[in-house]
């Protein structure tokens, strides 16, 4: 059984950094792409950033220069380096992977900017 499993949210000032992870169990190889995205408060979810089977990464042009995408395969976990952190940054983080045995989702991280 597939389970995401995600930490490092939580409360930080503006212009603050966090780490997010997602550590990733049961069989999810291969994997098309892997990838964060968030929700506002009365907001769709939306894409944050991507790392493609490629290794090709793409960000939302809001978080570019700010996040980092990272994905350590030997430990099946990926990353979100944040920083420079603002407060529209808030919301509530997902990690993804969309492999060949389906399209997996984490619980989500709650990530709360402060000005």
């Known amino acids: 059984q597939v389970q995401l499993v995600e930490s490092g949210g939580g409360l930080v000032q503006a212009g603050g950094s966090l780490r997010l992870s997602c550590a990733a169990s049961?069989?999810?190889?291969?994997?098309?792409?892997v990838g964060w995205y968030c929700r506002s408060p009365g907001k769709q979810r939306e894409v944050v950033a991507i790392?493609?089977?490629?290794?090709?990464?793409n960000y939302a042009d809001s978080v570019k220069g700010r996040f980092t995408i990272l994905r350590d395969n030997a430990k099946n976990t990926l990353y979100l380096q944040m920083n420079s952190l603002k407060p529209e940054d808030t919301a509530v983080y997902y990690c993804?992977?969309?492999?060949?045995?389906?399209?997996?989702w984490g619980q989500g991280t709650q990530v709360t900017v402060s000005s």
């Open positions: 993804n992977y969309d492999a060949l045995r389906g399209n997996y």
């Open positions: 049961g069989s999810i190889s291969p994997t098309y792409a």
């Open positions: 790392i493609t089977s490629g290794d090709t990464t």
